[in-house]
């Protein structure tokens, strides 16, 4: 795949923006990338995963003894490579995830996806609720620009109600 900028060179970054709600992907070539800004963010940051997550911890003590018993990570290598060791890792280490996977994502409740997209859309008003809730959600993370998306998103679903 060559870059989508030069058309010259093979993609090694890939950049997705959400801009008013649409999604753009770009593929860029390393040196496109380091000319648009791009680089190697981490690395441009002077950190790596490792330190990245460490940060959301306000430098957790990573001198622990527990270990996951399925396949014996501790805490300190989940911070160090940035990744669970297994899903029995997210049981070991509950506690100290959660507060993570909260300011990551901004929920620690997975919703995934809909299949066929259309079993909420079937009822309108569980759609809503959920909707609303999420707004709530999304202004309690201060994620306001998903949650203008949602409230968008509401007014048409409302609007739409109105004139069936």
Known sequence: MLCDS???NPVTTHIKTIINGELTEYSLCAE???RLGYGNLLTGL????GSLLGGFFGGAELDDPVRCKCCGATFDDIMRSGQVGCAQCYHTFYDRLI???QRIHGN???RGKVPGGGALQSRPQEQLSLMRRELREAIDAENFEHAA?????????????AHE
């Open 6 to 8: 030069c058309g010259k």
């Open 32 to 34: 496109c990338a380091q």
């Open 46 to 49: 002077g950190c790596d995963y």
């Open 99 to 101: 507060p993570l996977i």
């Open 108 to 110: 620690t409740r997975h």
């Open 149 to 161: 998306s949602l409230r968008d998103r509401i007014k048409e679903l409302e609007g739409g109600k």
